[in-house]
């Protein structure tokens, strides 16, 4: 953990000892401590990463990776225990999700360094990634019209109480990965989140909060690329942000 991002999180960890912190001084000083020293990767060393070490698990069957959105496994002959492999997935099967899509990345910052990102990048199948596509996140009223997506556990349509749009709901066990993962690249991106997607992400924050796979993941990415989300490492700091 750098020095920055110790001693910020230490001056809002003991709040008696420390000048008051305001929404948007908030946001400057987590966009510093994230931004400093965070060492970027090639995005083909990125995926061997993701789906090599952070997100290759194993059962009686074997190794594998499981899709985020849909919940199931793709097994990988190749891997072993003792030596993860360095090879990807078929990238017509399994792909890599970015939560925050590029098509939206900041024009401020590297495009390279945002899509290599590891804080918001998670494996899923190609068919559910297409269907994703850039959508926003919400919780979904009433599907749209379309064919259905590739698993039911995720819905595509209108935001539930917020009127039109097409908005995109992941899998339940997912959604405060998803929020967590946005709220890190708004604020180390400088981007904004927009309100009706915002409201859905600090919801889903409170009900799927951070757990010990979560955390894990988070120190694994830091001794990867040098950098820590730290809305998994503090999650009262999102309540602390009234707007993205």
């Known amino acids: 953990m750098n ?25 400057d000083e987590l966009h510093k401590a994230t931004a400093e020293g965070h060492r970027s990767l090639d995005y083909k060393s990125a995926r061997i990463k993701m789906f090599n070490i ?77 269907e994703r596509g850039n959508y926003q996140f919400a919780e979904v009223g009433v599907e749209t019209n379309r064919k259905p997506l590739s698993c039911a556990v995720s819905k595509l349509g209108n935001p539930k109480g917020y009127g039109q749009g097409v908005f995109f709901e992941p899998h339940q066990s997912h959604k405060g990965n998803v929020a967590r993962a946005l709220f890190y690249f708004s604020i ?41 989300n730290p809305f998994i490492d503090r999650p009262e700091l999102v309540l602390q942000i009234s707007d993205f």
């Not at 999180?9 to 912190?21: D, E, G, N």
């Not at 499981?66 to 078929?90: G, N």
């Not at 925050?100 to 590891?118: A, G, M």
């Not at 997607?197 to 979560?214: A, C, G, N």
Request: charged share 25%.
């Open 54 to 130: 952070l997100y290759l698990e194993q059962d009686e069957q074997g190794f594998y990776n499981k899709d985020v959105y849909c919940t199931t496994k793709h097994y990988r002959a190749s891997a072993t225990e003792a030596a993860p492999t360095i090879e990807l997935p078929d990238h017509t099967v399994m792909n890599t999700e970015h939560t925050w899509p590029q098509s939206r990345f900041s024009t401020e910052f590297n495009d390279e360094v945002q899509k290599t990102d590891l804080h918001h990048l998670y494996p899923t199948f190609s068919k559910i990634n297409a």
């Open 188 to 228: 180390r991106y400088k981007l904004p989140i927009a309100p009706v997607e915002e409201i859905f992400l600090k919801y889903w924050h409170m009900i799927d909060p951070v757990d010990p796979e979560e955390s894990r993941r988070n120190e694994l990415i830091s001794t990867i690329q040098n950098n820590r």
């Open 3 to 27: 020095l920055l991002y110790s001693l910020l999180l230490l001056s809002i960890s003991i709040p008696a000892l420390a000048r008051p912190v305001f929404p948007g001084e908030l946001k």
